[in-house]
């Protein structure tokens, strides 16, 4: 489906109003030190509440599917909780029980990949073929099997740890299995984190190393395509780059984006002529520039991104401001092309869809008309069918977006039919206050 630029209808009536602009400004907080990751749909904007990233110091990934089509990266939290990942070059059926200081010395730290979730730390020891660092793909079994010891520095307490194995199938049935203890020998157990239930439509299950449990951070993947997170990158150097502590963007799984510079980004006249990507730092941090050497940071404003979601629709974003202080990241959005699971009918509307849903204080309802249509009625509806909010409203050719004061509805569901007599659309808006 080809979508024009946003052409917004005009309707003042019992709390809906035109939108007036093609850019929705949007903002996320991360708070002081950044200590919350917030995960964002394009569509809906945050998916839930921030949430804390220094709670956990492992993340084991839990997309189905085996070498190849995800489920082997274990992560480890560099950043936020300062965990540092060390490959021993040993196993630990030789190792674990007797390892001694001799042994840690002169090992290389470990990093997770900046370009990929796919690969963490504990892969990055990988030999290439069915080996993914920590474990080997049994091709009888279809399971990984793994003896490599690792070292893990967590908060200046050191550990010693073994992934041993990983059962990749059936769908019931997945899970990790891993062997942790103290460098000292006072603490010793065995775990295991099932994909199932709590992590059916998670990427990663988390693990706090030192107080031996799960923690379900993580929203359904479904529910966002952006994080912005603190996460490592890496500037040029040696081999592999020189890792470092950034603030930035992070794309999800599935979805891939185009990076687009020099440009103005309110000139941009199409989002097909990019080249668009998988890489999940695509987005990244480069679009702040830190003004040495105590700030502030400024916004380059010749950059813009296209952003592809798992349900094709296209997004464009542009950043334009950034307060390290409490973490807040300001920006602006406009959509390109809806997504496939838009709601299409055959009359004189090509599409709608309502964002974002659930909606707090305000949601737009956008519509692609075929044809102007100056004597159409906007009606709000509760569930039990009682009338709300009612207004004549007019479209244009083109997409409209009717904005809906939701700050003065009950929590709730709520049913919004437009319609001229000869046509109809509905579409359910929740309202989360």
Do not use: C
Not at 280 to 289: R, S, T, Y
Not at 365 to 377: F, H, P, Q, R, Y
Not at 398 to 406: E, H, R, S, V, W
């Amino acid at each position: 489906m080809k979508i024009r630029l946003l052409l917004f209808s005009a309707a003042v009536a019992l709390g809906i109003q035109a939108n007036a602009q093609t850019w929705v400004a949007d903002s996320v907080t991360m708070g002081a030190g950044y200590a919350n990751d917030v995960f964002y749909s394009m569509t809906n904007g945050a998916s839930g509440s921030p949430v804390s990233n220094t709670n956990w110091h492992l993340g084991f990934e839990m997309i189905p599917g085996g070498p190849g089509f995800g489920g082997v990266s274990i992560i480890a939290n560099h950043v936020q909780a300062g965990v540092k990942v060390y490959s021993l070059h040993t196993t630990g059926s030789a190792k674990f029980a007797t390892l001694s200081a001799s042994d840690t010395v002169g090992k290389t730290q470990l990093y997770n990949a900046d370009s990929s979730w796919d690969w963490g730390a504990f892969n990055v020891n990988s030999s290439g073929g069915f080996n993914y660092g920590w474990g080997d793909y049994d091709m009888v079994s279809h399971h990984i099997y793994g003896d490599s010891l690792y070292l893990l520095n967590v908060g200046g307490t050191l550990y010693k740890m073994v992934v041993t194995h990983n059962h990749t199938h059936p769908l019931d049935s997945i899970y990790y299995a891993f062997h942790i203890g103290k460098f000292d020998n006072s603490t010793n157990y065995f775990d295991t984190i099932w994909r199932k239930p709590n992590y059916v439509n998670k990427n990663f299950a988390y693990f706090d190393v030192a107080a031996n449990s799960e923690i379900n951070r993580e929203p359904d993947q479904k529910t966002w395509d952006v994080a912005f997170t603190r996460y490592m990158d890496y500037k040029a150097g040696p081999p592999g780059g020189i890792p470092y502590n950034t603030t930035g963007v992070l794309s999800n799984v599935g979805v891939t984006v185009a990076d687009v510079r020099p440009v103005n980004p309110d000139t941009t006249v199409s989002y097909k002529a990019y080249n668009y990507t998988k890489t999940m730092n695509e987005i990244g941090f480069d679009w702040k520039i830190f003004t040495p050497p105590t700030g502030p940071y400024t916004i380059d404003t010749t950059i813009t991104y296209f952003i592809k979601t798992k349900d094709t629709a296209v997004y464009q974003i542009k950043f334009t401001g950034f307060t390290s202080s409490t973490g807040k990241i300001v920006f602006a959005k406009r959509l390109w092309q809806f997504p496939a699971n838009v709601n299409e009918v055959t009359n004189n509307i090509s599409a709608h869809m309502i964002v974002p849903n659930p909606a707090n204080n305000n949601a737009d309802l956008v519509i692609d008309a075929k044809e102007a249509s100056g004597n159409t009625m906007l009606i709000v509806t509760d569930i039990t069918g009682k009338v709300a909010l009612k207004s004549n409203v007019a479209l244009n050719k083109g997409l409209n977006a009717l904005q809906i004061n939701t700050g003065d509805l009950a929590t709730g569901t709520y049913m919004i039919t437009v319609t001229n007599g000869a046509w109809k659309i509905t579409d359910k808006l929740a309202v989360q206050h």
